[in-house]
């Protein structure tokens, strides 16, 4: 399980730190930070996928992701007696993601390349990594770090050894420290960072992938954007919890029930409702029933992640759905680490009242988002 996670000079998270529980609900107003905590989230997960400088790449580089207000506030500027200023770095530019558990943690520094004639001077650079036993970095139980082009890993007499001194700027000593008899433990921190799931607004548009019959294979995990819907279902049906997957569906839509049909080795999903002549297929559902369809698929999955991350599952449901997927979720988290982004107060509320839940707050103040009533944990970054 993931304890605490780290985030600093990404977009208005200049300094974020959290605990997390089994059930974490992050919510706060429009513009306070959910989402960039979100993507923070997701940009880790590609470090282990090997596409953090691509991702940050996509999203505008360095110059958009980063936090776009001063280094630090001094106590004037936070009173509003002196105006928000730029003042001299007193750090290099960096954009720094980490997160940790009760046995590992890791962390990355992402910054610009230092001035040269290559045409990629926008390029986000890894500057350093690290890899540590317990919660928090500390000077004696780093093992595995990366500074620049180069990476050591400690063995278990406790001698350092230089594994790689040319590492390319893109890439990840999580991806390319690959041999086991170095360092078996970032392997299990890097597959383990693989099997991070995110949803994020499925699509429930009239030409949404979920609504047309696909192909079915065996479908342990529902894919992000929802295409392969009919079978997961099936999946569940077949070799998880069936039951389960039929009492979600009960739950939200009393009398209804879901089959998939298969023809030709294509499936539809088929809703049987009460009162009508014949099923409705995917094709036919609402955008909410479509996109609750999708959330019970994702949360019942027959192979759980260690950690589901899901945005706003709310979009687009009718307000009598938030007690039903609060309830999926709750026993989601059960079998898994759950981190819920939400704006809807109900299901806010709902999931929070929960044991092993904890609910966070975001604000802004001065553009930057705090964490409201929270003791930020210890956290302290690798080096350059
Ligand atoms: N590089 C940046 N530096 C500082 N603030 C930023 C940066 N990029 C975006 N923002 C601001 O961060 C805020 C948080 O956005 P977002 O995470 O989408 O909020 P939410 O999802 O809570 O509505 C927005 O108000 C946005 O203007
Ligand atoms: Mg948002």
Redesign the pocket.
């Known amino acids: 399980m993931i304890t605490r996670l780290a985030i600093a000079g990404y977009?208005?998270l200049r300094d974020v730190r959290l605990m997390l529980e089994p059930l974490t609900v992050v919510t706060?107003a429009?513009?306070?930070?959910?989402?960039?905590l979100y993507r923070a989230l997701r940009l880790l997960a590609d470090v282990a996928q090997g596409r953090v400088v691509q991702s940050l790449a996509r999203e505008g580089g360095l110059p958009?992701?980063?936090?776009?207000?001063p280094e630090s506030f001094s106590r004037a500027m936070k009173r509003g007696e002196q105006p928000v200023q730029g003042t001299v770095r007193k750090n290099p530019i960096s954009v720094r993601l980490g997160f940790s558990g009760e046995d590992y943690g890791y962390a990355i520094d992402l910054g610009l390349p230092i001035p040269s004639r290559s045409a990629f001077t926008r390029d986000p650079v890894i500057k350093a990594e690290s890899v540590w036993t317990g919660e928090v970095l500390g000077r004696a139980n780093a093992f595995a770090v990366r500074n620049g082009p180069g990476v050591r890993i400690r063995d278990d007499g406790g001698e350092w050894r230089q594994v790689f001194t040319n590492l390319a700027t893109f890439d990840s000593m999580m991806t390319h420290c690959s041999d086991p008899r170095e360092a078996v433990e970032l392997l299990v921190l890097r597959e383990r960072m693989r099997d991070w799931r995110f949803y994020d607004h499925f699509r429930s548009d009239n030409e949404a992938p979920a609504r047309r019959p696909q192909v079915g294979t065996y479908t342990p995990v529902l894919s992000g954007d929802g295409t392969d819907l009919a079978a997961a279902v099936q999946t569940i049906r077949e070799t998880g919890d069936a039951e389960a997957l039929d009492a979600a569906i009960a739950d939200a839509f009393p009398g209804a029930a879901v089959e998939v049909a298969a023809v030709d080795g294509y499936f539809e999903l088929e809703m049987h409702q009460r009162g009508l002549l014949r099923p409705l297929k995917a094709a036919e559902l609402s955008d909410g029933t479509l996109r609750y369809l999708l959330l019970i698929a994702a949360l019942l999955s027959p192979r759980p992640p260690a950690l589901m991350v899901l945005n706003e599952p709310e979009t687009s449901l009718h307000p009598d759905l938030l007690a039903p997927l609060a309830r999926l979720i709750i026993q989601a988290a059960r079998r898994t680490q759950v981190i819920v982004v939400s704006h809807a107060q109900p299901l806010v509320s709902e999931l929070d009242g929960q044991r092993n839940a904890r609910r966070i707050v975001?604000d802004k103040q001065l553009?930057e988002t705090i964490i409201v009533d929270d003791e930020p944990p210890l956290w302290t970054w690798p080096t350059r």
């Open positions: 977009r208005s706060g429009n513009g306070s930070g959910k989402s960039s958009s992701t980063l936090w776009a207000g975001l553009g």
